[in-house]
């Protein structure tokens, strides 16, 4: 079957780093997103990565392993209003999404 | 704005009613999506919408009914619900086949919940 782990909820303090895991196994791979979704509200596109490697976008950088089914989302210089939900997809052989149950991140001051 | 909106935002309905939830993309895209989540699971698929035909239909259960009238436009029909049917339910809409990213844009989502 497919699947996607990532940890129910993390906890990080304001101005710090954090690193949020997301391992897959999927039927083919076209892709993984990153999207963070705030309390209430849409999901929200963060990054994209369909080869290995770093992909850096301001304070936020995801990376992606296929030959080890990882990637990380990394969160630099947190800011309160980095609390959300971080949500983990790939795209599978048919490119549908197969989405991960989210990591909530609680930043405290 | 992400250029996708769903109306209604909230809403509230006995077993025995039948509403409809509609969502509408102004980002001319080819795809339309249906998702329900609930709380500390995954996203679920439901509906896949591409060009207008309907190209996904995961296991839902018949008192679900999409329809697509448009590329722009999408509805979920909704009859004899069961109160674990209470959820948020998204739209998305997304590019396919255009060779870029290919990421999908959500609506605000429609609470429901089924009394």
């Known amino acids: 079957g497919q699947n996607i782990d990532q940890p129910t909820e993390m906890t990080a303090t304001e101005g710090a780093i954090v690193q949020i895991n997301c391992t897959y196994q999927t039927s083919g791979f076209n892709g993984l997103f990153w999207y963070q979704q705030h309390a209430g509200e849409a999901p929200t596109f963060l990054s994209y990565?369909?080869l290995d490697g770093l992909e850096e976008k301001g304070r936020f950088s995801s990376f992606l392993s296929r030959s080890k089914g990882y990637s990380y989302l990394l969160l630099k210089e947190l800011q309160m209003k980095d609390s959300a939900s971080y949500l983990c997809a790939v795209m599978d052989s048919n490119y549908q999404l197969i989405w991960g149950a989210g990591t909530k991140l609680i930043i405290k001051p | 704005e992400t250029g996708v909106t769903q109306t209604p935002r909230h809403l509230v309905m006995g077993m025995t009613n039948k509403k409809s939830l509609k969502c509408e993309q102004h980002l001319g895209h080819n795809a339309m999506y249906w998702y329900k989540q609930s709380a500390k699971k995954p996203l679920e698929l439901m509906f896949v919408?591409?060009?207008?035909?309907?190209?996904e239909n995961n296991s839902v259960p018949s008192r679900f009914s999409p329809e697509c009238p448009n590329s722009s436009h999408l509805f979920l029909h909704l009859h004899t619900l069961q109160p674990e049917d209470s959820a948020l339910y998204l739209c998305?809409?997304?590019?396919?086949?255009?060779?870029?990213?290919?990421?999908?844009?959500f609506g605000p989502g429609t609470r429901l919940t089924v009394l």
């Open positions: 998305a809409s997304s590019q396919v086949g255009s060779g870029d990213v290919n990421e999908q844009f």
């Open positions: 990565n369909v």
């Open positions: 919408y591409n060009f207008k035909e309907q190209t």
